[in-house]
C-alpha cells in the first residue's frame, strides 16, 4: 500500500509541475496576442522576449518535457482511473485535456516544424495572417482557450484547500475571464491590421515571399505530419480506454457481490475488508474505531455465505464475545469476502439520521485526576455562596498551570477536576502531564500562602497522573454530546488520586507517565497498588508535595542526556 502510495503522489506531482509549466507557457502566450490590442511592434517585442526563454536549449527542453510528461500522464490516468464516474468539473477538464492534443498538434505542425523543415517564419503576425481567411484563427484561439481553462480547473482543485486560496478567488476569476478576452481582441486587431496590408496591391506576394510561406506541395505535407500525429494522439487514447476496460473486465471476474437485507447490493473487488467495501460504494456503516476492529459496531450478522469466511482472528474472537454475539455475526472490519455474500448490519442507519461530529478516536496520552482533600467538611460550616468562591479562587490557581502545559480540563467534578494532555504525541503528552503536575505544587503553595495572610486554612488535594491508550470522542445524545474521554487509563488515574488519601501524600505518578515521556525509572520510591477495576498491578511514585516532581524529572533527563 505505501509503494502504491509513493506511487500514485509521484504521478500527482508529476501532472501538477509539468501542467504548471504548460499554464505559465500559455499565459503568455495569451498576453503576447494580447499585446497586438496595441501595436504589431509590441506583439513582436513581447514574442521576442518570450522566445528567448522558450526557444532556448533549457526552455525547449523543460516544454516538451513538460508537454509530453503531462500528456503521457494523462493518458496513463484514463488508463488507470476506477470509475469513469466524476463531478461535472473533473468531466470538463477531462474533456478539454483530450480535445487540446488535437488542436495543439495541427499549431505545433504548422508553427514549430514548418519552421524547422522549410524556414517559415514564426513571427507572430505571420501566423496571425496566415490563418485569418480560414478557420483557423479561431481553432487556434479556442485551443489557448481550452488550455487556460484546463489549467484554471487544475490550479483550483490544487489551492482550494489552502486557507488563503478563498480570499483570491474573486480577483482569480476576474483574471481568468479577462486574460482570454483582451488576447481575443488583440488576435482581431492583429488580424485585421494585417489583412489590411495582404489585400493591398501588390503586397500579397510580398508578404508571402518575406514570411517563406510554404508552398501547395509543402502545405499538403504539413497537413499529412499532422494527421499523422492526430492520429496516433487518438490511437493512443483508444490503447487507454481498451486498457481500462480490460481491467474493468478482470476485476468484475475476480469480485464478489455483497447483498444487504436492509439496503443495495454492491460489486466490490476481492481483497477489500466487508466495511471497505461498503465504504466505498457511499453506504452507511457505523465503526467508531476506525475498522481498527477495537470495537463491534461494525458487526453484521451472516445470512448467506457464512461457510466460505474464515474463522475469526483471535481477536475479533474476544470482541465479539464481549458482546456475546451469535455464531453467525462478524465484524464487518476484520472480513475479507471471496465469495458472494448476504449480510445484515446490526446498527443500522434510519433515513438522515445524525450522526456524531466525532464518533471517536484511539490516543495514548496522560490524564490528571485532582481532588480537594477532607472538603465536604470544610464546606459544612460556610454558605453556598462562600463554598462556591472557595472553589472558583482554587481552580482559578491551578487551572493555568494545566493549559499553561498544554493540556484541558475536561470536566469539573464538585470540588475536583480531570485534566488531560492531548497533544502530538505520547512523549509529549507524559512531559506535559508531568510539568502541570509539578506546578500544580507550586501553585497550591502559593494559593496556601494567601489563605494563611486571610486567616484561612490551606487547602490539601490529592493527584493522580497516569499515561495509557484512551478513547477522544463525543459521549451523550446527538446535539448534547459533550467531548470526552473513556478508557481504563481514566479510571487507573481516579484510583491513584484516592489512593493518595490513603497514603497522606499530594500526588501519585504512574511508571506509566515517565515510560511514555522517555525519562526511564527513578532510582527508588515505586509503589505496588491494586486498584479497584484496574487489570493489573500499577506501580506509582509518592510523592508527598507535588512541586518536588520538577527535581525528579530534572534529574532524570539529565541521566537520560548522559545515556545519549
Not at 509543402?218 to 499523422?228: G, P
Not at 446527538?478 to 487507573?492: M, Q
Request: aromatic letters at 8%; hydrophobic letters at 50%.
Amino acid at each position: 500500500m505505501a509503494k502504491a502510495l509513493w506511487h500514485g503522489n509521484w504521478v500527482h506531482r508529476s501532472r501538477l509541475a509539468s501542467g504548471l509549466v504548460l499554464f505559465v507557457f500559455v499565459f503568455f502566450h495569451l498576453l503576447n496576442v494580447a499585446a497586438g490590442l496595441v501595436s504589431g511592434a509590441l506583439m513582436a517585442s513581447v514574442q521576442e522576449a518570450r522566445l528567448m526563454v522558450t526557444d532556448s536549449l533549457p526552455g525547449q527542453v523543460v516544454l516538451y518535457a513538460a508537454l509530453i510528461t503531462h500528456g503521457v500522464l494523462a493518458l496513463w490516468q484514463v488508463a488507470m482511473r476506477r470509475t469513469l464516474r466524476m463531478s461535472l468539473t473533473q468531466f470538463v477538464q477531462l474533456v478539454l485535456g483530450i480535445l487540446i492534443p488535437l488542436q495543439l498538434i495541427d499549431h505545433v505542425v504548422h508553427a514549430s516544424y514548418a519552421n524547422w523543415a522549410y524556414d517559415m517564419s514564426d513571427d507572430m503576425s505571420s501566423l496571425v495572417l496566415m490563418m485569418w481567411s480560414g478557420p483557423e484563427a479561431l481553432q487556434q484561439y479556442l485551443l489557448l482557450l481550452a488550455v487556460w481553462i484546463h489549467g484554471c480547473i487544475g490550479l483550483h482543485m490544487w489551492l482550494r484547500l489552502t486557507p488563503w486560496w478563498g480570499r483570491l478567488v474573486p480577483t482569480m476569476i476576474a483574471l481568468a475571464a479577462l486574460v482570454p478576452a483582451l488576447a481575443l481582441a488583440g488576435l482581431v486587431t492583429e488580424g485585421r491590421r494585417m489583412w489590411g496590408f495582404f489585400a493591398e496591391d501588390g503586397l500579397a506576394a510580398e508578404i508571402m515571399a518575406d514570411f517563406n510561406w510554404p508552398d501547395a506541395a509543402e502545405l499538403a505535407h504539413l497537413k499529412y505530419v499532422s494527421s499523422t500525429g492526430i492520429w496516433i494522439f487518438v490511437g493512443l487514447l483508444g490503447a487507454a480506454l481498451s486498457y481500462y476496460y480490460l481491467r474493468r473486465l478482470i476485476q468484475r471476474s475476480r469480485s464478489v457481490r455483497v447483498t444487504y437485507e436492509d439496503g443495495p447490493q454492491i460489486t466490490a473487488d476481492r481483497g477489500l475488508t466487508l466495511l471497505e467495501m461498503s465504504q466505498m460504494k457511499g453506504i452507511a456503516h457505523p465503526s467508531l474505531c476506525g475498522g481498527k476492529g477495537r470495537c463491534t459496531t461494525c458487526r453484521v450478522a451472516v445470512t448467506e455465505g457464512l461457510e466460505d469466511l474464515p474463522p475469526p482472528s483471535a481477536a475479533e474472537a474476544r470482541s465479539l464475545a464481549a458482546v456475546n454475539a451469535a455464531e453467525n455475526v462478524r465484524l464487518a472490519c476484520q472480513i475479507h469476502p471471496t465469495a458472494n455474500l448476504t449480510v445484515k448490519r446490526i446498527y443500522t442507519p434510519k433515513g438522515r439520521r445524525q450522526v456524531h461530529a466525532a464518533q471517536g478516536e484511539e490516543k495514548t496520552i496522560a490524564v490528571l485526576f485532582l481532588d480537594i482533600r477532607g472538603f465536604t467538611a470544610r464546606s459544612a460550616g460556610l454558605l453556598p455562596y462562600d463554598v462556591v468562591f472557595l472553589l472558583n479562587r482554587f481552580f482559578d490557581a491551578v487551572v493555568p498551570e494545566v493549559t499553561r502545559a498544554g493540556g484541558t480540563v475536561d470536566k469539573y467534578m464538585g470540588d475536583g477536576m480531570l485534566a488531560l494532555f492531548e497533544t502530538a504525541d505520547a512523549q509529549s503528552s507524559a512531559l506535559a502531564g508531568l510539568q502541570a503536575a509539578a506546578d500544580i505544587g507550586v501553585a497550591l503553595a502559593r494559593f496556601n500562602r494567601v489563605l494563611a495572610s486571610e486567616g484561612e486554612e490551606p487547602v490539601r488535594i490529592g493527584m493522580g497522573l497516569h499515561a495509557g491508550t484512551v478513547v477522544l470522542g463525543e459521549i451523550g445524545a446527538v446535539g448534547h454530546a459533550p467531548r470526552t474521554l473513556i478508557g481504563s487509563t481514566v479510571n487507573a488515574a481516579s484510583r491513584l488520586e484516592a489512593t493518595t488519601k490513603e497514603l497522606g501524600v499530594e500526588l501519585l505518578v504512574s511508571r506509566e507517565v515517565f515510560a511514555a515521556a522517555g525519562l526511564g525509572d527513578p532510582a527508588s520510591g515505586y509503589q505496588g497498588f491494586d486498584l479497584r477495576g484496574v487489570d493489573g498491578r500499577v506501580e506509582a511514585l509518592p510523592l508527598p508535595r507535588a512541586s518536588s516532581l520538577a527535581d525528579v524529572v530534572a534529574a532524570l533527563q539529565v541521566r537520560t542526556a548522559e545515556q545519549v
